[in-house]
Each structure stands twice: as C-alpha cells, then as structure tokens.
C-alpha cells in the first residue's frame, strides 16, 4: 500500500537529483517498468544502459533524466528509503501508486499530488486511510 507522509519528515532523501546520479546502477535501465516510466514521463525511450533518446535533448545519459522520473526509479530500486516526491509532477503520480500496489511504499509530499480514480492510499501523519481526491485533498490541506 502506499504511505505518504505530508511535511517536514525525518530520514528523507531530499537530493533526488545528486543522490540518483551518484547510486543509480546500469541494470535498473533494463527494467521494463523503469522504461514505462521514462517513455511516459520523460517521453523518451531507453536505447541502452547508458544512452536515452529524448525527443528534446536527444541522446542523453540517465543523470539527464527528470527530477521526476529519478525519484520513481529510486522508489522501485531503493525500498528502504523514503523519497521525497515534491519533486514528482502530477504524471508521475499512477507509476507511484502502482509501486504501492505491488509492496508497502513510504513516500514524503509538501504537495498534494493528483491521483486519479479511486485509490487506497494511507496518510501516515494522522492513520487515515483515503480513496480519492476529494478524501485527499481534505486531509492534506488540514496538514500542509
């Protein structure tokens, strides 16, 4: 299930940016999730461990990935760390829930992010479970 923490959180990777750069490994470009993720968010296509093909940059590296897309690969990779999602748009928030699906996931917003559809999501701060925007949107506010 996913968990979201909202504010200030102890133990959060904050730096998705510097840390994904520095820890990533060249095996998670050959996950098929992982290549959803960057051709639905980053539009872009994974050519080989090292190259992507981005219809904006064309070929780059995996450190010029979004803020985004580096934060969902680590929720994959890293399931002992708790992300800091703010820096996740609104398209990265059905890949987030479907990690959610597939094992419990602890993530930290100082947004609300837009889930669509009805969801199970549990809201850590306060033990409220929430099942659409509506619920969301009413717990978040009370604590961001």
């Not at 987030?96 to 969801?119: A, P, S, V, Y």
């Amino acid at each position: 299930m996913l968990h979201i923490f909202f504010g200030d959180m102890d133990n959060v990777l904050h730096n998705v940016d510097t840390f994904f750069d520095n820890q990533y490994q060249y095996s998670w470009l050959d996950d098929d999730f992982v290549r959803q993720v960057i051709s639905d968010v980053d539009k872009s296509s994974v050519q080989s461990s090292d190259c992507i093909l981005s219809p904006v940059l064309r070929q780059i590296p995996p450190t010029r990935l979004s803020g985004g897309t580096k934060a969902v690969i680590m929720m994959k990779y890293l399931p002992e760390r708790v992300i800091n999602a703010s820096a996740c748009g609104n398209n990265c928030a059905k890949w987030i829930l479907k990690l959610g699906e597939e094992r419990d996931l602890t993530i930290n917003l100082n947004h609300i992010m837009e889930f669509e559809g009805d969801f199970e999501i549990y809201i850590d701060n306060n033990s409220k479970t929430v099942h659409n925007m509506k619920e969301m949107v009413d717990v978040a506010t009370e604590l961001l």
